[in-house]
């Protein structure tokens, strides 16, 4: 979690809240409803997601607005 990737990452999150008052960012890089080999359910290969996934992070951005 700790990638240069990662790092760049979060850098620019932080710099675009700074300068936009009205977008929702939804980061679930670091999320423990997601993480570890017994959420496989959540991804294909561990790196693209599922439709369960995509159920979930719908209802959050429902639930966001």
Known sequence: MNSKANIVF???I???KEISNDTIIIDHR???RFLGEDKEKYYYH???PSAEYGEVLWEEINNSL
Do not use: I, N, S, T
């Open 10 to 12: 979060d850098k620019a």
């Open 14 to 16: 932080e710099q675009f």
């Open 30 to 32: 670091r999320d423990a």
């Open 46 to 48: 561990f790196d693209h």
